[in-house]
Structure formats: structure tokens, C-alpha cells
């Protein structure tokens, strides 16, 4: 079956570094996004990682690496409004985007 | 420039009752995708839409689900009759290609959709 792990909950501090983990087991693999999603609000697009390596967009960096089935997001500077649900999602196969359970993240000042 | 819309933002409903969902997608988006978040899950899809044929309806839980996209533009996901275990967040993306480049999905609001 077609998996995708990553932590239900982490708390991290007001100015701090935090990284998310995701590890998938999917039936094929064309890429992997990071979403993040505030409550009762749609997830919107973080960064796309599709070779692997590190991809940097100000504050937020993504890594992937294919072969061992593994990606992070690392944030950088945390702001209060970081706090949200951050969602890792798999292209397989077929093309569909299978997601992950999201991870809570809470920003303590 | 218009993000993906959804209407209507919350429904509650009865079971057994029908409900329509409805979804407008960016403007020039061909990919029209449904998913779904039941409380404490992870999102699951539902179907895939290009232009206005079913490219992927393999996540449609049953046929009590029936999504349309006539002309190609906006769509519509029926539930009928609606059970208990319907409820959740209907979420709908649109993107302007949805081959390997894994181009973004862009989200809309949701449909919170509760059956009682």
C-alpha cells in the first residue's frame, strides 16, 4: 500500500528553527509538495521537490531524497503565524497526489 | 486574479438528503481535482477532471457520488442519498497541467459537509 509518515504534532519556539519530516512508500514517484494549512482554511503551496537536493525559498527550505524515500521542511525564523498544519503529498504513479496526515505545528513565544 | 472558489462553505444536511457541492476553478486551469478530509484522516482524492472528461474517478468512494464538469469550467460533486460517514471537508484544486511536472494544485476553501 501507499504510505506517508510524518509527525502528528510538534512546538517549536517564536524565532527558532523547526524541521518536518516526511518518509513515503508510494507505488512510483513524480515529485513532492509541501503544503501548509491553517485551520478551517484550503492548504496552499509551499515548494515542489522533485530531484533530489535542497530547494530554498526565503524562510523555507525543502529536501528531498528519492532513494531513501525521505523529504523535510525546514523553517527558519518562526513567526506566530507559522502556526499551522503542514502537509507533505506525493505524486505516484498514476499521477494522483497522495497526502500525508499533516503535521500540527505550534509556535510558543 | 481569482483563486479556486467553493460553494457552498458549510452544509448540514440530513441523512438520506441530497447535497450539491459546487466548485469554480482559476480561470484557464484544464485539471479539476475533489478531495476529500474526513475528520482526523488524511486528505484523500477523489477524482480527477481534464477539461470536461473523468481522467482518474478511481477514489470516488461509491456510486452514491456523482461529480460533473459540463462545458469544461466549473464543477459539481452530488451526493446522493448522504450517510453519516460523508461527513468531512470536500476540498477542490485546479491546476493548468497535471502531467510529471507535478505542476501546483491550488486549493480552494472547502465544503464542510456534515450528515446527521
Known amino acids: 500500500g501507499q504510505n506517508i509518515d510524518q509527525p502528528t504534532e510538534m512546538t517549536a519556539t517564536e524565532g527558532a528553527i523547526v524541521q518536518i519530516n516526511c518518509t513515503y512508500q508510494?507505488?512510483?514517484?513524480?515529485?513532492l509538495f509541501w503544503y501548509q494549512q491553517h485551520a478551517g482554511e484550503a492548504p496552499t503551496f509551499l515548494s515542489y521537490?522533485?530531484l533530489d537536493g535542497l530547494e530554498e525559498k526565503g524562510r523555507f527550505s525543502s529536501f528531498l531524497s528519492r532513494s531513501k524515500g525521505y523529504s523535510y521542511l525546514l523553517l527558519k525564523e518562526l513567526q506566530m503565524k507559522d502556526s499551522a498544519s503542514y502537509l507533505c503529498?506525493?505524486?505516484?504513479?498514476?499521477?494522483?497526489?497522495?497526502w500525508g496526515a499533516g503535521t500540527k505545528l505550534i509556535i510558543k513565544p | 486574479e481569482a483563486g479556486v472558489t467553493q460553494f457552498p462553505s458549510h452544509s448540514v444536511i440530513e441523512k438520506g438528503l441530497t447535497v450539491t457541492l459546487r466548485c469554480d476553478p482559476i480561470?484557464?486551469?484544464?485539471?479539476l481535482y475533489w478531495y476529500r478530509r474526513v475528520m482526523g484522516k488524511e486528505i484523500k482524492f477523489l477524482l480527477h477532471?481534464?477539461?470536461?472528461?473523468?481522467?482518474?474517478e478511481s477514489g470516488m468512494p461509491n456510486n452514491r457520488f456523482l461529480a460533473e464538469r459540463t462545458g469544461g469550467t466549473y464543477s459539481t460533486l452530488k451526493v446522493q442519498p448522504a450517510e453519516l460517514e460523508d461527513s468531512g471537508v470536500y476540498f477542490c484544486?485546479?491546476?493548468?497541467?497535471?502531467?510529471?511536472?507535478?505542476?501546483?494544485?491550488?486549493f480552494g476553501p472547502g465544503t464542510r459537509l456534515t450528515v446527521l
Open positions: 484544486a485546479s491546476s493548468q497541467s497535471g502531467g510529471p511536472s507535478g505542476d501546483t494544485q491550488y
Open positions: 480561470s484557464g486551469h484544464d485539471n
Open positions: 477532471f481534464v477539461k470536461e472528461s473523468k481522467q482518474d
Open positions: 508510494t507505488s512510483g514517484f513524480n515529485g
Open positions: 521537490n522533485v
Open positions: 503529498a506525493v505524486i505516484d504513479s498514476n499521477y494522483q497526489l497522495i
